[in-house]
């Protein structure tokens, strides 16, 4: 199975940065045939597709709410996802969720196209 474990998170300041993590480990694991992405989710509301990229790392999409301020990458020597996050704004917080799938027919930003899921990761924007 695929493991996934989100790093990062904690507070900070509106105007900031902060750089998220994602090791992944697993039995038989070929992290890089796997489509991957951000989600989050804020206190009372569904889970959002933040950012995703595509296997090969050269395609990436991400949500408008974060488009030019969010990058998403990815190091295939250390297994890891990265989402690098630019000047922050309050309604950025949430927890960020990690997420591994095989490329399917389901939208990027669907919950559907992932089978794998870290645990999150908090962060606060004030």
């Known amino acids: 199975d695929v493991q996934l474990v989100e790093s990062g998170g904690g507070s900070v300041q509106a105007g900031g940065s902060l750089r998220l993590s994602c090791v992944a480990s697993?039995?038989?694991?070929?992290?890089?045939?796997?489509?991957m992405a951000w989600f989050r989710q804020a206190p009372g509301k569904g889970r959002e597709g933040v950012a995703t990229?595509?296997?090969?790392?050269?395609?990436?999409y991400y949500a408008s709410s974060v488009e030019g301020r969010f990058t998403i990458s990815q190091d295939y020597a250390k297994n890891t996802l990265y989402l690098q996050m630019n000047n922050l704004k309050p309604e950025d917080t949430a927890m960020y969720y990690c997420?591994?799938?095989?490329?399917?027919?389901?939208?990027?930003?669907?919950?559907?196209?992932?089978?794998?899921w870290g645990q999150g990761t908090q962060f606060t924007v004030s």
């Open positions: 997420a591994a799938g095989l490329p399917s027919g389901a939208a990027w930003w669907s919950t559907n196209r992932y089978r794998y």
């Open positions: 697993g039995y038989a694991y070929d992290y890089s045939n796997y489509c």
């Open positions: 990229i595509w296997p090969g790392g050269r395609i990436t």
